[in-house]
């Protein structure tokens, strides 16, 4: 299995900032990562795919980078929305995995 | 655009069997090169991949849990079906159904179903 790693687990931040979410995989998956965001009680939603690729109605705001084993989603201007749980799936093996996620709350 | 939602029992006794139904909205399961993925989540825990389905019938199940699950669809229903043998409670979780675009990516989600596996 491709194991995918994040971090931080949390952080906290208020609105305007610029976040960083980081996500690692056990080994070189080109640039098959996607990420989603998950709200409490609802299921998660894609924001970017392949890496890089917004998702259609996704605020540009949200911004995916990286190849091989690296990996970053940017948000360049937090907003109250925002709030979340990050995670990162690999789709480089058809066997998905997803990484642990990334809580995102209020300073 | 395309809607899912799960359907299922909410309480499953334990070494039971679970099914969970999902049913497609807005599209036919039939067109355009989807699958159809299943993912599942434990209260306060991540996300874990159970397994897809294409329109063929063609499978692919997460090894860890290969032996005790079984993915079908119905396409006269436009429906995807999820069946879990032998419950614990660990796999007490929310179950989600979801389209795979061509096993890239999960595109579109069902709301969610909760599974609690108790006595």
């Known amino acids: 299995d491709i194991q995918m790693t994040q971090s931080p687990s949390s952080l906290s931040a208020s609105v305007g900032d610029r976040v960083t979410i980081t996500c690692r995989a056990s080994q070189n998956i080109n640039g098959f990562v996607n990420w989603y965001q998950q709200k409490p009680g609802k299921a998660p939603e894609l924001l970017i795919y392949?890496?890089?690729a917004l998702q259609s109605g996704v605020p540009s705001r949200f911004r995916g980078i990286g190849s091989g084993t690296e990996f970053t989603l940017t948000i360049t201007s937090l907003q109250p929305e925002d709030f979340a749980t990050y995670y990162c799936q690999q789709s480089f093996s058809t066997l998905f995995t997803f990484g642990p996620g990334t809580k995102v709350d209020m300073k | 655009q395309v809607h899912l939602q799960e359907s299922g029992p909410g309480l499953v006794k334990p070494s039971q069997t679970l099914s969970l139904t999902c049913t497609v909205s807005?599209?036919?399961?039939?067109?355009?090169?989807?699958?159809w993925s299943w993912i599942r989540q434990p209260a306060g825990k991540g996300l874990e991949w159970i397994g897809r389905?294409?329109?063929?019938?063609?499978?692919l199940y997460n090894p860890s849990l290969k032996s005790r699950v079984n993915i079908s669809l119905d396409t006269s229903k436009n429906q995807i079906y999820l069946k879990m043998t032998s419950l614990t409670a660990a796999d007490t979780a929310v179950y989600y159904c979801a389209r795979d675009r061509e096993q890239v990516f999960l595109d579109s989600w069902g709301q969610g179903a909760l599974v609690t596996v108790s006595s």
């Open positions: 389905i294409f329109l063929t019938g063609s499978t």
């Open positions: 392949s890496a890089s």
């Open positions: 807005g599209g036919s399961i039939r067109s355009g090169n989807y699958y």
